[in-house]
């Protein structure tokens, strides 16, 4: 299930191949389009493991992205949660792409 990672850097998101373009796991809310993005692998897995029954599709993995992809990627959504809860009703926060763009431009 997930047998790819790429990078040593940067935040991990669940992705698949949906023919030749990549997707990643996203949702609508009412204040756009949503993607989610986790601290590490096993944050992931373990969302995925809790939700696999209704995300559709097969073949997802974790791709971890430099920060650099990960911000080409962002530019096609919204909002952003960083390392959504896996259980119902738990408090989730969500970061426009320009502020998390920002935080991720920050030095360390």
Known sequence: MFDYLQGDEGYVL???MEGNVPGYLSYN????????????ATEAEGFYMHWRARIPGEGW???RLS???LIGVLQNFDLVSVSPEPTPGSAEYLYTVEDFVRTLREPR
């Open 29 to 40: 809310a009412d204040e756009g389009e949503v993607v989610c993005v986790f601290r590490g």
């Open 61 to 63: 993995g974790a791709v």
């Open 14 to 16: 669940l992705g698949r």
């Open 67 to 69: 920060n650099e992809d």
